[in-house]
């Protein structure tokens, strides 16, 4: 069983540049979402999904896109990076009933130059 | 959700017990607390999460006070592997079911040998 996995594990990008973060579960999880971790501070939520299909912004949206296809899928697309995007991105993943655990992956390390 | 406050930091001696406080004065009836840590720079894990009972599994125990406003998460016999950032959180399971939480910056515990 492998959880959540993303992919890449690490990326340099040139500001302007477009790249997608994968991220993949294999658990049937309904819930999936996006967070970014800065030096120093928590984690705070880019955007989510409760289904395919179906997305929302959290707290910090701006300069990223989501799409949810399928429901094992859950891509984060920088459409123009910016050094401000320079973060480490963590996907999770849970079942939408009962209080049911995030699982995250083990991130993606990204560097806008 | 409600805000919740932790100290920044905090050591324990290898094999004694870990107690670490959290603050959430503004709790409101229908909000859990969670409980999650994150090791080096890994994706967080999920410890514990209660309402209003003390809750105990394989990993911790978590103690709530009777008006709700602090808790304490007790790693009975803390190992040089329980070294790592743990997080405090208090949410509300909404009718959705979008897991969505939202991270401080935690308590940093540094077990020593």
């Known amino acids: 069983n492998a959880g959540v996995t993303q992919t890449p594990k690490f990326q340099v990008l040139k500001t302007g540049q477009s790249m997608t973060l994968q991220c993949a579960q294999d658990m049937n999880h309904e819930y999936m979402s996006w967070y970014r971790q800065d030096p120093g501070m928590g984690l705070r939520l880019i955007h989510y999904s409760v289904g395919a299909g179906i997305t929302d912004q959290g707290e910090v949206p701006n300069g990223y896109n989501v799409s949810r296809s399928t429901t094992e899928d859950f891509p984060l697309r920088l459409l123009s990076a910016a050094p401000s995007q320079t973060s480490v991105y963590f996907c999770a993943s849970s079942y939408l009933q009962g209080n049911s655990p995030l699982h995250f992956g083990n991130g993606t390390r990204l560097t806008v130059t | 959700d409600a805000k919740t406050t932790q100290p920044p930091s905090m050591d324990c001696a290898e094999g004694r017990a870990a107690n670490l406080p959290c603050n959430h004065s503004t709790i409101s009836g229908n909000e859990y607390v969670y409980w999650y840590r994150q090791i080096h720079s890994q994706g967080p894990q999920y410890i514990i999460h209660?309402?209003?009972n003390n809750e105990t599994n394989e990993m911790a125990s978590l103690i709530i006070t009777e008006d709700r406003k602090s808790s304490t998460l007790i790693l009975p016999h803390a190992t040089l592997r329980d070294t790592a950032v743990y997080y405090c959180?208090?949410?509300?399971?909404?009718?959705?079911?979008?897991?969505?939480?939202?991270f401080g910056t935690g308590t940093r515990l540094t077990v020593i040998p």
């Open positions: 209660g309402l209003k």
């Open positions: 959180i208090v949410r509300v399971f909404d009718q959705t079911g979008a897991n969505n939480l939202f």
